[in-house]
């Protein structure tokens, strides 16, 4: 089962615009990450934001945790071309840190 | 760090068959895991390995499924008597104590089962 639901399922902006997705989830958590897959690969990591914290920024990324609402948002801004993949949030529990995905958001920039 | 490597890259074979994967993690992790993605969801958790210990299984593994990592260095899942519905990207992802959590992952291997 997945433990995180992400919204909207799909976006689609245009290049420079910024882009926001949400993921909710349902138990208590160690931390959070999001992660980007492009189209048939792996899944890279871009973010971690641990329970204790309630904002975090890397590059172009800025990503929330509201622990008390059990949601997180993860922003792009002036998104590229290049940021066209599926984000998921994962959460991570238990000693040996297993993450719980969602569902992904499909965000499509166009040029 | 050469990545986490995976092998196949695509696996087509038939119903009943059995197939084996490879997965080579990045050398100094001493974590593995196997997580199983269907087309349009998120990945789901299959097994954990810390060194050589499996530690955790999912519910979703199956008694078809087996997995291994002998010396703690590369693992293998092999999924018998394959069905129509083991049809997925398999994926796996190494991390380290100390890594705070953060995986990393192959590029998976594309099962299609006909």
């Known amino acids: 089962s997945q433990q995180g639901e992400e919204d909207p399922q799909a976006l689609s902006i245009q290049e420079g615009e910024n882009a926001t997705m949400n993921c909710s989830y349902k138990t208590s958590i160690n931390n959070l990450q999001w992660y980007r897959q492009n189209s048939g690969r792996g899944l890279v990591h871009l973010i971690l934001?641990?329970?204790?914290?309630r904002e975090k920024h890397s590059g172009r990324l800025r990503v929330t945790l509201d622990t008390s609402k059990k949601s997180s948002s993860l922003l792009i801004t002036a998104s590229r071309a290049a940021d066209t993949a599926s984000y998921f949030c994962?959460?991570?529990?238990?000693?040996?840190?297993?993450?719980?995905f969602g569902g992904g958001t499909r965000v499509l920039v166009k040029p | 760090d050469t990545g986490v490597s995976q092998d196949p890259r695509h696996k087509i074979t038939k119903r009943g068959q059995n197939v084996t994967f490879r997965c080579d993690p990045i050398s100094e992790h001493n974590r593995l895991y196997w997580y199983r993605q269907t087309l349009g969801q998120g990945p789901e958790f299959l097994t954990y390995f810390q060194n050589e210990a499996q530690l955790e299984k999912s519910r979703l593994l199956s008694d078809r499924f087996s997995a291994e990592r002998p010396k703690g260095s590369f693992s293998t899942l092999e999924i018998q008597r394959t069905e129509q519905g083991d049809s997925a990207m398999y994926l796996c992802?190494?991390?380290?104590?100390?890594?705070?959590?953060?995986?990393?992952f192959g590029s998976g291997t594309q099962l299609s089962v006909l």
């Open positions: 994962a959460t991570g529990e238990g000693a040996g840190n297993k993450l719980t």
């Open positions: 934001i641990r329970s204790n914290e």
């Open positions: 992802a190494s991390s380290y104590d100390r890594g705070r959590g953060k995986l990393f």
